[in-house]
């Protein structure tokens, strides 16, 4: 029966995924993973609380989050190193997307903030079961580095109240956010402060020469003993405050139906987002550890993991880039690593939380934004710019406008954007002129080579598909192409090999220039075909057809260079080659001079 199951495509392993790795684990494994899981762990509790409040939420619940999403997303993912749980764009978005419709902190807020996690699970669960995982390619790199550094301004604005101790309103934009706090900045607290500043001042630079330090996790227990024996609480100092002990039991939140229809527009935007880190940090990743990643098991971990986790009082989590690329230096082989994660934030749970009361929030404040730092890419933001001027102008339109209004809006109008540059781009296919470079004896792109074509010949050649979106367009441009030719033109040859795909359209067009150039005494050929054109070709009778035009149809549709061109220049003036034509481009050339 086991092995039935084994064999109906491997039912069992795309259950359990894990079993795949599991059957060949040894000891030596289970050390690496297990180095890299406290490592990671050091790491994932300071900041794991520093995103909970982040997002509004008690500490405590960035705990919840870390321990259980963890084993899950590990297990049931795709990449062995990946590191699921809180991260601070997430925790941004879950602000943003609830503050409007409750109080953050309160029990309603909490609970929004739990459905929150289990619509994204459900959404990230069901691309991945419907083998969907391709949908990441509806969003843009340009698009998300517009978006992430315009996030880590606003986070780094939303802490700077609680690292200065300052009492301030909240709000939504960050120019607001500003000058709140630009009003309140003389009322800042000393001790608070002190305390956060040289915190941020310790990770920063302990970070910059000893990366490999948890200087997060040290900076909380000193400046946590540091109000504790001082009583700095008493004097002022906001401090996390007392957090129930353990773990969190199973929780069915409560939301009112109405407001449940509200949050789901939102999920797919924080789905998006979520899975945009994931997959960023799953390919660096898998590309150097030499991994094969599965998009859709990955969205099926990720699934699993905020599905269930919102159940168990998590909100939405994602795979940490940071936190991946620890995992992955300390020398994590599975996702055993993970499992050691989210089982050492279980033993914080239930036996440290007493601990946890006099954590300074100027602390945690300290650690998101040294965390957060790393996501300003104001550089990158420039390069796309200089590289590209479509990329560029959907990463600072992002950029921009995630300043101006709402994140998540500014990057749903940032996929919409780069959708619409991609729209335009296949619905104007670049046609250029190809030529026989003489010197190097390949053929190159005759206007950026800036090197003569054949007068006779003109040689064509388009870089996209060809359907019924662009199909007009590109015949029309091929007609402007030949009204310009000023010599005695008698072929246009046209290169395939960029032409995956053709439509019915494309092949009614196709036989309106046909028509168009035998009208003007020009033939039509060509070339470099793939198969499913070429059938295309077959079944709608053009390959026939295009024997009309004076070539053989062998040659008409040949994918050989040498034959097509043997072939045209046989119905070339020669006269015209040997008289007037002063270039040598092919080896017919030669002959005729």
Known sequence: MTGRIFQNNNLLFRIFPFIQWLRGYSWQMFRADSLAGLTVAVVLIPQSMAYAMLAGLPPVYGLYAAAITPIIGG??????????????IMSLLVLTTLAPLAEPGSRQFIDLALVLSILVGAIYLSV??????????????????????AAALIIIAAQIPNLLGLSTERHEFIIFMLIEIGKNLSGFHPATVLIGVSCFVFIYFVKKYRPAFPAGLVALVASTGAVALLKLHEAGVAVAGKSPGGLAGFYLPSVAPETLSNLIGPAVVIALVSFAETYSVSKAVASESKQKIDVNQEFVGQ??????????????????????AV?????????????????LVIFALLFLTPLFTYIPKAALAAVVISAVMTLFHPREVLSLWRQNKDDGIVAVTVFVLALAVKPDYALMIGVAASLIFFMWKTMHPRIVQITKDPEINVFVNADAADKPGCPQILHLRSDNVIFFANAEYTVAHILERVDAVRTPLVYVLLDFQAVGFIDITAIDELRALKDELAARDMGLAIFHVHQPVMKTFVSSGFIHEIGETGIVRQAGLTDRHGEV????????DHGYCHDICPYVLFYECSIVK
């Open 75 to 88: 297990l049931w993912g795709s990449l062995r190193q990946l590191a699921t749980g809180p991260i601070a």
């Open 327 to 343: 995992n992955f230096a300390a020398g994590a082989k599975t996702a055993i690593s993970s499992v050691v994660s989210g089982l």
């Open 565 to 572: 061109l043997a072939a045209i220049f046989k119905q070339i």
């Open 303 to 324: 699934g699993l993991a905020n599905l269930i986790g919102g159940f168990f009082q998590c909100y939405p989590v994602s795979g940490s880039f940071s936190r991946t």
């Open 128 to 149: 991945g079961i419907a083998g969907m995982g391709q949908v990441m390619s509806f969003i843009s790199h340009s698009a998300v580095k517009g978006f992430t550094s």
